[in-house]
């Protein structure tokens, strides 16, 4: 027999990612590509959604206030941290659901190195039995062992069988928000020479009260091109944004852009009225509400829920913030959940979160 009529053999090297029914309780992941952030990455993060806070875009504005020189973007992290969970996490994603108990560690700098790992909390089969909701703890560690992102987050991931048997459920307690004590403020951090011109704002801790609103006036076209790059910047592999041959064949017909997108251009929007806010210093829930897709614009509006002084610090305090993201609808008029308790139908993220800002005392 001639090697070109030779029937090919199957392989099993290749990694088709974990489907729902492939996951348990306690499972551990160590993901592989660890990644080595540099000055390129922050000026693609910046190209990709025009993020303007000064502590990330100034060696001389963060010298000022007592750090080395200028850390990368909170969500540049965020981005790069579960990117790295994805081949194991979400690869088969139908969604990314929400976050809890996020909290951001030691700063960022350009020649850091990033890994991750993640352990599996809880599980939770659909009705519909194609698909089921995974809960992890996912931790971001730089080459020094030192923790720079630890999480929860749940995403529905298809079944490969519907009729796979599959663990009994697990639903995880999570806290319904981090305590501003225990945000970290980096160490070295003095805000005596925090330049507000230079930052862009007068506006203080003490400026902002409980219940304020704030709409940040712009919006951000979302392109494809520019989620799918940001999918591959981030070496976020999951089908659902990437393939869109395979998109057609969803409910969607389309592929979903990446909420984690979405999410950094609320930040970048925000700093119309919180250009202060030097750091997002936790996630205390947040949900991907509906999804968007390329040609979508993004607007945002937040609410202050709490602001909260920190242990022996008089420099600086902490915001808590809503922050709501809504596509092709500016949000002049607060779009938001409704009496009956259901979302507006052009809002696509709503976000709970704390904020550093320097205060009046420093």
């Known amino acids: 027999m001639s090697p070109t009529s030779m029937s090919p053999k199957s392989t099993s090297k290749t990694n088709n990612g974990n489907f729902f029914e492939d996951f ?51 969500m540049l992290v965020f981005h790069v941290v579960i990117g790295k969970t994805v081949p194991d996490i979400s690869l088969n994603a139908v969604a990314n659901l929400g976050y809890a108990e996020f909290r951001w560690g030691v700063p960022v700098y350009p020649g850091d190195t990033l890994s991750s790992k993640s352990t599996v909390l809880g599980l939770r089969e659909n009705s519909n039995k194609t698909s089921g909701v995974v809960w992890v703890r996912s931790t971001g560690v730089n080459q020094k062992g030192e923790m720079v992102l630890d999480y929860v987050r749940w995403v529905m991931v298809h079944k490969r069988d519907p009729q796979a048997p599959v663990q009994a459920t697990v639903v995880p307690k999570t806290a319904p928000a981090v305590k501003p004590e225990d945000l970290v403020v980096p160490a070295g951090l003095s805000l005596a020479g925090y330049d507000d011109g230079a930052a862009g704002s007068s506006h203080r801790w003490e400026d902002y009260a409980p219940g304020e609103r704030i709409d940040h006036v712009s919006g951000i076209t979302l392109e494809d091109s520019d989620h799918m790059f940001s999918t591959r910047l981030y070496q976020n592999t999951a089908r659902v944004h990437f393939d869109a041959f395979a998109g057609k064949q969803t409910r969607f017909g389309r ?26 210093a936790a996630f205390n829930a947040g949900s991907h509400v509906a999804p968007t897709f390329g040609g979508d614009t993004i607007y945002a509006w937040s609410e202050v829920l709490e602001t909260a002084p ?32 259901k979302y507006h139908p052009a809002v696509v993220l709503d976000l709970d979160y704390w904020l550093l800002m320097p205060r009046r005392k420093a």
Not at 62 to 70: E, K, N, Q, T, V
Not at 259 to 280: E, P
């Open 24 to 74: 348990r309780v306690g499972q551990e992941f160590h993901h592989a590509t660890p990644r080595t952030l540099t000055e390129a990455d922050a000026a693609l993060n910046v190209a990709l959604y025009g993020s303007r806070f000064a502590i990330n875009s100034s060696d001389e504005f963060a010298r000022a206030i007592g750090l080395p020189r200028a850390p990368l973007d909170d």
């Open 255 to 280: 592929r979903l852009a990446y909420g984690g997108h979405v999410i950094s251009l609320m930040r970048a929007l925000s700093f119309n009225g919180l250009a202060n806010g030097f750091r997002v």
């Open 310 to 341: 920190l242990p022996g610090r008089e420099d600086v305090g902490a915001l808590r913030m809503r922050s709501i993201a809504a596509k092709d609808c500016p949000c002049g008029e607060w779009p938001g959940k409704g009496a009956d308790g």
